[in-house]
């Protein structure tokens, strides 16, 4: 964040994961961008070290109003609000997202993967749900999509506990998978991770892995190639993510890909999107010429 309050200046290009990157067809980053600037926006606010819990609430809540078209305070909100009403888009999910953003206010702590879950059900699920209305697909395809943006955002959570830990006292990993091996959220203090504290990160990143396993099948079920494309890129990068927590300590070693193996592992992905796609469209052309 800037001095005032201000939200810093991290752009999409800056996140672990693609954003609306050149895979997605030109007409459709716009308001998949307008929706990031909003999420970051709140997000920072949420994030804001020196807020008061009853500041970020204000902050949060005048997005909200903006998005809901009570008052225009907010440009990033507005903005997307224009930008929903043009597509006839529904503001369901970036108000799903506000919520999450007030909860990382009120609770710094989960007791278990279901706590968690309920909480990506609305910080990272909307996400991809928005997506997928952006481009025309089928709700049929959220629960795929929601396996993969849960996966998401637990991998950022195990990459960034200990500095979640340090500057805001919040702590995503469950307190039950964290007594289950015996660490504590002090552990996340150190400048290593403890055994203790290494086997539950191992573990959960296992769990990471084992959504995006859930939500495999949605490069191959999407409409749009391009989509295609972003989903296989998405989930090659998660997929390395997860052997990086798995074999590293993100206490003590960098975890996060380097640009390189990003943008290497991406075209990787892309090209694995787009042939599962094609694969899956060429057995539906060879299953309609057998019923004829």
Known sequence: MKAG?????KTERDENFP???????PHLRAPILAFYRFARKADDFADHPAMTPQA??????????????????????????ATLAARRLSPAHAHDLIA?????VTQRRYRDWPDLMGYCALSAMPVGRFVLDVHGESPALWPD??????????????????????????????E???????????????????????????GLAQKAGGLL?????????????????????IVRLAR???????????????????RAAFVWSGLIGAAQGALARAARAGGALRAEAARK
């Open 5 to 9: 309050g201000a939200p810093a200046v």
């Open 176 to 202: 039950d998978a964290l007594r289950r091996t015996g660490a504590t959220c002090a552990d996340l203090a150190a400048p290593r991770a403890s055994p203790a504290l290494r086997a539950a990160i191992v």
């Open 240 to 258: 390395a993510n997860v052997r990086r927590l798995q074999k590293f300590d993100p206490l003590a070693e960098r975890v996060h890909p380097g």
């Open 145 to 174: 999509s929601d396996a993969i943006c849960a996966s998401l955002q637990v991998i950022n959570h195990l990459q960034d506990c200990g500095e979640d830990y340090a500057r805001l006292d919040r702590v995503y990993l469950p």
């Open 100 to 104: 999450a953003f007030r909860r990382d």
């Open 56 to 81: 970020k609430l204000a902050a949060l809540d005048a997005l909200d109003a903006t998005l809901a078209g009570s008052h225009d305070a907010d440009p990033d909100a507005a903005a997307l609000r």
């Open 19 to 25: 954003v609306a990157s050149r895979l997605i067809a």
């Open 213 to 233: 396993d859930d939500g495999a099948a949605l490069a191959s079920r999407v409409a749009d190639w391009r989509l295609a494309c972003e989903v296989g890129a």
